[in-house]
């Protein structure tokens, strides 16, 4: 059984940073793309950010762009997202999302696997 556990968030104040982190059981996603995606109260989920197989092409949304960062270290099975210069807007359920393809789009039809998310949460 595919298992995505997220863990690193929590609560902090703006303009200060986070780290989540994605490890992987059940399979191994060395040869997927990997992502991020979060849910804001009344919102849809969006997309945040997406890592091909290796590492190589990396796809931020527009509004967090220069703040965050992805990355994945396949030998460990397990993907990151480095958030800095947070802002009270970026308060959200981050879920992990395990690919079922190499690359990745902004939409979900190439995510085969979800986390059950981890809370982050940006005081003004």
């Known amino acids: 059984q595919v298992q995505l556990v997220e863990s690193g968030g929590g609560l902090v104040q703006a303009g200060g940073s986070l780290r989540l982190s994605c490890a992987a059981s059940g399979r191994t996603f060395w040869n997927y793309a990997m992502g991020w995606f979060r849910q804001a109260p009344g919102k849809e989920r969006e997309f945040v950010a997406a890592?091909?197989?290796?590492?190589?092409?990396?796809w931020y949304a527009d509004s967090v762009k220069g703040r965050f960062t992805i990355s994945r270290d396949n030998a460990k099975n397990t993907q990151y997202l480095t958030m800095n210069s947070l802002k009270p807007e970026d308060t959200a359920v981050y879920y992990c999302?395990?690919?079922?393809?190499?690359?990745?789009?902004?939409?979900?039809?190439?995510?085969?696997?979800w986390g059950q998310g981890t809370q982050v949460t940006v005081s003004s």
């Open positions: 999302a395990g690919g079922a393809s190499r690359y990745a789009t902004s939409g979900t039809s190439w995510v085969g696997h």
């Open positions: 890592i091909s197989w290796t590492g190589g092409s990396t």
